[in-house]
């Protein structure tokens, strides 16, 4: 299996500080996607990384990509309690199209 | 520009029923994943429709089926619904693999409870 699976499972920060999540996978892959996902409610897509990229910014959102450790980390900075959702990696098999394989998750809480 | 969309929202099902879920795609997708996922953990894939096959499929039972229409909308069913189907179901939508885009884009979801 080529399961994702993210470190911590869940993590507790005050506003304005940094959260950090990691992925690890097992088999290469083409891409790993980044997904939010608040309470109960639809995911919703963050950031892409390919397989050929190591680091990729979105806004307060920075991603790394090491294929050689096959790991990726997602990091938040200057967070809010907005940003409180689990937030779940989601890797696809080299050629095997868009079969992605999702993690368990980890769950950020920002507090006030 | 309408994203993806989900019905019903909730639905309540008894043992042994059977249930169908739609979706319609985001405006200018033509593939579609259904995914089940389980109180407290990741999405699992089901299977993905494009030009109305089914694509790909995950390590779920013929129990799980779907459809594609020619406006790219789908349907999962589920028959002999066990209590352990009780779950959200996401659909998500995408274009081809092949075009090289990759990125997929989720409805709300349908709760799914089975009694």
């Known amino acids: 299996s080529q399961q994702g699976e993210e470190d911590p499972q869940a993590l507790s920060i005050q506003e304005g500080e940094n959260a950090t999540m990691n992925c690890s996978y097992k088999t290469s892959i083409n891409n790993l996607q980044w997904y939010r996902q608040n309470s109960g409610r639809g995911l919703v897509h963050l950031i892409l990384i390919r397989s050929n990229e190591r680091e990729k910014h979105s806004g307060r959102l920075r991603v790394t990509l090491d294929t050689s450790k096959k790991s990726s980390s997602l990091l938040i900075t200057a967070s809010r309690a907005a940003d409180t959702a689990s937030y779940f990696c989601a890797t696809d098999a080299e050629n095997y199209g868009q079969n992605f394989v999702f993690g368990p998750g980890t769950r950020l809480s920002v507090l006030p | 520009d309408a994203g993806v969309t989900q019905s019903p929202t909730h639905l309540i099902k008894t043992r042994g029923q059977q249930v169908t879920l739609r979706c319609s795609p985001k405006s200018g997708h033509d593939t579609v994943s259904w995914y089940q996922q389980a109180l407290g953990q990741g999405p699992q894939f089901i299977f993905q429709?494009?030009?109305?096959?089914?694509?790909q499929r995950g390590n779920f039972p013929d129990r799980f089926s779907g459809h594609q229409f020619p406006n790219y909308s789908s349907e999962l069913n589920v028959n002999a619904l066990l209590l352990g189907d009780s779950a959200l179901y996401l659909c998500?939508?995408?274009?081809?693999?092949?075009?090289?885009?990759?990125?997929?884009?989720f409805g709300p979801g349908t709760r799914l409870t089975v009694t």
């Open positions: 429709y494009y030009e109305e096959e089914e694509r």
């Open positions: 998500a939508s995408s274009l081809a693999w092949e075009t090289g885009t990759y990125e997929q884009y």
